[in-house]
């Protein structure tokens, strides 16, 4: 007799994007014909670059002959792909060993996999608003408690508001946590912590035997040179912290599929020396993950370096003219908006007295541009939604000049 998981069943419904969906959906039934504009997922849109391409269709043609074929790989990814990641971390000044990355199919299955190293009755901290993966596998490890309508939040977890006074940056848990969930530059704010505001994190860890999980899937949105891209920028945060890093955004490979976590040798938690953490997740990805895909990792070898470095990082900035566009497009309307400037998300406060959800249906109702109501990412986002830069350039064009068509201005009063 088999039973289910009931720990799924408290999983809030009603997940966000699928919502989202279903709106969009029963407004083009309603309005046939008429295009929508999407500002509002993560999701990449131009190609490829040729470099990666390149690298991907050589070692296609490896396969392809009995001589050079490979099947399974290294269990923490190709050698040369973690030698070149450990290079790429040099250039910010962060040494790590080769054999402290582990090469996966993405940050997401990572980030949702990494609180299996961790005691079940782990008390977490989360942003809040947060990247919904955080706080859907903790609810389904069982350390989240029920989900309270009422207060909109789970009843175990620690919420760390992140709001618009304090730039969006949470302040340490005033209570003791175990795990602590850090988005940085932030999805869906677009904030981006400084090196002091990270280090107040990395000291509350170290004191409270805490472990940060530090998710930095954008970091190569970061221009300003005085902001940290790997929270190892910060001394002491090896004894803490594990990293977790995608292609998808950086390379465009959210089709592709490539991703890293650093767990460092030297992190150590309340019961555990150094190294025992390293080992478990070895332990882990061995048994239970079969590896990234080779051609992918070409793929990402070919990102890190010379001409595919440059066309990763002008992939980047094509992104990051659209949230300036986003930027500058909503301002001009009135809107107040943070973020856009570090990372691909402009989070725009909504006009007074409406609810995210309210502006994301004017938005489609009048603009036929969908944007992402802030509410979806937790209690503290309920006011934003967050617009994406992730479109083709003339297509966010297009939709801020509707924006600035047809938002009447008595709805920003
Ligand atoms: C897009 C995104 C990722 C990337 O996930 P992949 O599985 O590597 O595509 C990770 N974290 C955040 C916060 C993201 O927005």
């Known amino acids: 007799m088999a039973s289910v998981n009931g720990e799924f069943r408290k999983l809030a419904a009603g997940y966000l994007f699928p919502e989202i969906k279903r709106r969009v959906n ?12 999407s500002l509002g997922i993560g999701n990449t849109t131009e190609a490829l670059s040729p470099a990666v391409v390149a690298a991907i269709k050589e070692r296609a043609e490896l396969l392809a002959h009995r001589e050079t074929y490979t099947g399974y790989g290294d269990e923490q990814g190709e050698p040369t792909l973690r030698e070149a990641l450990s290079g790429y971390y040099k250039t910010l000044g962060v040494h790590l060993q080769p054999d402290e990355f582990f090469i996966s199919d993405g940050a997401k299955a ?18 809040d608003p947060a990247y919904p993966v955080y706080v ?35 302040a340490v848990p005033a209570r003791h946590v175990d795990l602590i969930y850090l988005c940085n530059p932030n999805n869906p704010t677009g904030a981006v912590a400084t090196k002091s505001q990270l280090k107040d994190f990395v000291d509350y860890a170290l004191e409270h035997k805490a472990v940060i999980i530090y998710d930095a ?21 090896e004894l803490c912290a594990i990293e977790i890093n995608s292609f998808s955004k950086f390379s465009g490979f959210t089709g592709v599929r490539l991703g890293w976590t650093i767990v460092p040798k030297s992190l150590g938690c309340t019961d555990s020396a150094p190294g025992e953490l390293h080992r478990m997740w070895f332990r882990r990805q061995s048994t239970f993950f079969n590896g990234a895909s ?10 890190l370096h010379g001409d595919g470095l440059a066309q990763s990082r002008s992939l980047v900035a094509y992104y990051k003219e659209n949230a300036r566009i986003i930027r500058q497009g909503l301002q001009a309307v009135g809107l107040t908006v943070h973020g856009g400037t570090d990372s691909p998300y402009v989070w725009t406060r909504v006009p007074k007295g409406m609810g995210s959800w309210e502006f ?29 830069s992730y479109g083709h350039k003339e297509d966010v064009e297009a939709a801020m000049a509707s924006i600035r068509r047809n938002l009447r201005k008595e709805d920003l009063e």
Do not use: M
Not at 160 to 165: A, G, N, Q
């Open 26 to 37: 029963e407004w083009k039934a309603l309005h046939p014909g008429v295009s929508v504009l």
């Open 110 to 127: 990572d980030a949702a996999n990494i609180q299996q190293l961790f005691d079940s009755h782990s008390v977490v901290a989360v942003q």
């Open 136 to 170: 859907d596998s903790n609810v389904v490890a069982g350390r989240a408690g029920t989900y309270s309508q009422q207060e909109e939040r789970y009843t175990n977890l620690v919420y760390l508001p992140c709001v618009e006074e304090k730039g969006f940056i949470p």
């Open 217 to 237: 899937a954008y970091s190569e949105y970061i221009s300003d040179p005085n902001l940290p891209r790997s929270i190892y920028e910060i001394s002491g945060a």
């Open 294 to 303: 080779n051609l992918a990792q070409s793929g990402g070898l070919a990102a």
């Open 360 to 388: 994301f249906d004017l938005l489609l109702d009048q603009c036929h541009v969908v944007v992402t109501p802030g509410a979806g990412f937790g209690p503290s986002g309920e006011g934003y939604v967050r617009v994406s």
